[in-house]
């Protein structure tokens, strides 16, 4: 007859004894090999590298001081060629408003004439108004005018406001009289 099987019996593990703690152990550093003759000798290709490198590094810097020379120098002519063209600019206007001072200063006597001593009283205070203008515009450099100019604004905004759209509408109505020509 046939053996009945018997079950399998589990094996149980028994519990593995701890190691004793060590004290802080400490790890040494592997030992390094000693340094071979291949070692030794100079690597001409990392040196040439190294060489080509440093030349370029040197050529860059030479050429970042040259352009920011030259740049340095052009930003120094464009600023003198603006002053200049801002006084030449300045100059017209102060002989434009001189002249239109003196036009309003001879127009003051065909007013009174036209339509009364009070409005030739009108014209004359602004023909004198105009010409302390152009007066202020020949005495004054472009820095003090620029500060004026500043004051003016922040005290009055709704003026310099006003007077932008005037000189705008102004300008606009010269060019486009002068491109009918």
Known sequence: MAKAATPATKKVATPRPKAPAKAAATKAAPARKPATVKA?????????IAATRDTIKSEASK?????????????????????????????????????????????????????????????????????????SLD????????????????KNPAIAVGAATVIGFVLARMLKGNSND
């Open 139 to 154: 005495k004054k450099d472009l820095d003090e005018l620029a500060a004026s100019t500043r004051d003016m604004v922040k």
């Open 63 to 135: 050429k970042a001081a040259s352009l920011k020379q030259e740049a340095s120098t052009l930003k120094n002519q464009a600023s003198t060629k603006a002053r200049d063209a801002a006084n030449k600019g300045k100059d017209k206007a102060a002989e434009a408003v001189g002249s239109l001072a003196k036009l309003l200063e001879d127009s003051a006597g065909t007013v009174d004439t036209k339509f009364g001593k009070q409005y030739g009283d009108y014209a004359r205070s602004a023909a004198t108004t105009v010409a302390g203008l152009a007066t």
């Open 40 to 48: 030794a000798k100079d690597h001409p290709i990392r040196d040439q």
